[in-house]
């Protein structure tokens, strides 16, 4: 199957601070990916809709301005978590869909943000 | 009524035992399905994917979409104690551009 890549898988950050995941689709193109957050022992749950060259649509309830998307090419997409507090702490995975065919979806391994 | 909907297990077999895992969902537009693994702390993985209804097997899992009941299976054989984790069905729409809808998993234990 397909290659998605995330960076970094681990992050911890203070308060206050902002911390950027990388999401790469190693091998095909995608011109939507995908940020899902996940709490332990939850579903998936979906933050966004990020299309290249276009601005992301969010979720209802999703901060947009907290969580800054850009899509700048067509295997990168970065999530910027800006001013992290505690309960920003969650398991973030991205997902690249397939430009072609089927349109199948395949998942980072996930980053996991701890904010102190 | 959701969606989607899964029982969240938790499914205990041993090992060798054939596993049918399920999902019911309501929204008859749903035409690609499907099903993700994911192990503890890792990005759910993609398993099978069909289109439509009907039956597609690859190695030891066959996926199974019955659009008349909007009931989807996935079925182990043989499972092992490596298939443990979280089974998660996932479907949309259409093509371009539209979120999959994800069931809310269950969990696969598989003894030895």
């Known amino acids: 199957g397909a290659v998605v890549s995330q960076h970094p898988s681990r992050v911890i950050c203070k308060s206050g601070t902002s911390v950027k995941i990388e999401c790469r689709s190693l091998d095909f193109q995608a011109t939507t990916m995908f940020w899902y957050r996940q709490f332990p022992k939850k579903s998936l749950m979906l933050m966004a809709t990020s299309n290249e060259g276009s601005k992301a649509t969010y979720e209802q309830g999703v901060e947009k301005d907290k969580f800054l998307i850009n899509h700048a090419s067509l295997t990168l997409s970065t999530l910027t978590v800006t001013s992290a507090h505690p309960e920003d702490s969650s398991f973030y995975i991205c997902?690249?869909?397939?430009?072609?065919?089927?349109?199948?979806?395949?998942f980072g391994p996930g980053t996991r943000l701890t904010v102190t | 009524q959701k969606e989607v909907e899964q029982d969240p297990g938790p499914l205990s077999v041993p090992e060798g035992a054939i596993v049918s895992l399920n999902c019911t969902y309501s929204n008859s537009a749903f035409q690609y399905f499907m099903w993700y693994r994911q192990y503890s702390r890792k990005g759910p993985e993609l398993l099978m994917y069909t289109y439509s209804s009907g039956n597609k097997e690859d190695g030891r899992f066959t996926a199974q979409v019955d659009k008349s009941s909007k009931y989807i299976s996935l079925f182990i054989r043989d499972s092992q104690p490596s298939d443990s984790a979280t089974y998660l069905c996932?479907?949309?729409?259409?093509?371009?551009?539209?979120?999959?809808?994800f069931g809310k998993g269950t969990t696969l234990s598989v003894s030895s």
């Open positions: 996932a479907m949309r729409r259409g093509q371009a551009g539209t979120a999959l809808i």
């Open positions: 997902s690249a869909r397939v430009l072609a065919g089927f349109g199948e979806q395949y």
